[in-house]
């Protein structure tokens, strides 16, 4: 038995490049008798809530946030969610339900977002059902994006129009690490695909930022609203979030700045290392480079990416060559192309992307630049860290 009154209540979607509210999900509560609102998910996640019970409180929560849509700015947008296990249960010629609903509240599908919740379901009725979705007018989104790699086939299938970021994976992203780059990853799929991202759970100022680098077009979470049963203002968040992204442009540029010594730094080094390999000089007449502490190792290529030298390191106060990689070919790396791209003819220094190396689990970043008459390529591996 469920216990308590079903209502909706709203959390809203900030806007990243307005600040302002675009929209709201629909977030199901049961009122208690002493007026207590306790959240629905522990029903929905209790294998023993009987599904027909189940079925009833979404359709209660579903109708009661439809009948208050129009208490809302006509701009903003309703996300509501849909279990794909019910979705794919309706009969190929059955009126849809939600439909149904929009319908009666007056509610226009185009103001609508069906989030897709879960994985499991029939992905070739759930398709379909999608695409009567789609077809009224409504918008598609995919809740926590990332969760498993079956969502993968389910974007290739629905191709839906938002993603969500899962909120677990989202979070460990934000601390930095591997998970880090997984979630840029799939941020940067989203995208080459005409999906927004929404990033969900966002508690923290970091979490903001790494959401703002991931390219999220919308944030949703507590550093800026729980959900609760009235509408905020549009333009509630606007002062705040305008105070939050001036701070992380000023981090991005410190940011920057720190790159741009750095690259200053790089063209002395090399220019230091050059001269050394321009002369063919033994080990013993490379100079000591303690002002550069963020030197992990260098070595030469030819044009075609071959390396002709060991890797030279400095350790222990004094240099050690590595002599495992010699005759290693690196123009599989991406980027080798981007030396070739922008430093074949002008000789002048590039630098690549971030990256984690393999062998020694660092962030590195990759300089580079052709000499000897543009035969020789000397590259310089840099620890990330600092940066």
């Known amino acids: 038995m469920i216990d308590g009154q079903p209502l909706a209540c709203f959390q809203p979607f900030i806007d990243t490049a307005t600040g302002r509210i675009a929209g709201v999900e629909a977030l199901g509560r049961l009122r208690q008798s002493d007026g207590q609102l306790t959240s629905v998910g522990p029903l929905f996640a209790d294998p023993r809530t009987p599904a027909t019970a189940l079925r009833r409180l979404d359709r209660q929560i579903r109708d009661h946030a439809l009948s208050r849509l129009h208490e809302a700015p006509a701009e903003w947008f309703l996300s509501l969610n849909m279990s794909p296990r019910w979705i794919s249960r309706l009969r190929a010629d059955q009126a849809l339900p939600s439909l149904k609903q929009l319908a009666r509240h007056q509610v226009d599908p185009q103001r609508i977002v069906f989030e897709i919740t879960e994985l499991g379901g029939n992905s070739e009725r759930l398709a379909h059902v999608v695409g009567r979705y789609r077809d009224a007018g409504a918008r598609i989104a995919i809740d926590d994006f990332g969760a498993g790699y079956s969502q993968l086939d389910r974007v290739l299938a629905l191709q839906p129009d938002i993603l969500k970021l899962d909120m ?8 930095g690490g591997p998970s880090s780059d997984v979630v840029k990853a799939l941020a940067q799929m989203a995208e080459k695909t005409g999906c927004w991202i ?46 939050l992204r001036q701070r992380y442009v000023k981090q991005k540029l410190s940011e920057r700045g720190r790159l741009m010594q ?17 002369a063919r000089a ?14 992990l190792r260098f070595y030469q290529c030819d044009r075609h990416g071959t390396q002709l030298t060991p890797n030279l ?49 660092q ?17 310089i591996d840099i620890d990330a860290a600092g940066l």
Request: charged residues 20%.
């Open 313 to 361: 390191e400095w350790r222990h106060d004094g240099w050690f060559a590595d002599d495992r990689y010699l005759g290693h070919n690196w123009s599989w790396r991406p980027y080798f192309y981007h030396l070739l791209a922008e430093g074949w003819e002008e000789r002048r220094l590039t630098l690549s992307s971030t990256y984690r190396d393999a062998t020694s689990n």
């Open 198 to 243: 929404i990033a969900e759970g966002v508690e923290t100022e970091a979490q903001l930022n790494f959401a703002l680098e991931c390219g999220s077009r919308y944030v949703q979470g507590f550093l800026f609203a729980r959900a609760q049963e009235e509408f905020f203002a549009t333009d509630a968040f606007v002062a705040h979030f305008a105070q």
């Open 168 to 175: 677990r994976l989202f979070q460990a992203a934000a601390l």
């Open 282 to 295: 033994p080990l013993s007449a490379l100079p000591q480079l303690q002002a550069f502490p963020w030197l």
């Open 262 to 278: 750095m690259r200053q730094q790089l063209s002395e080094l090399m220019a230091i290392l050059q001269q050394w390999a321009q």
């Open 363 to 379: 962030y590195c970043l990759t300089a580079g630049q052709f000499f000897d008459n543009g035969e020789r390529l000397l590259l």
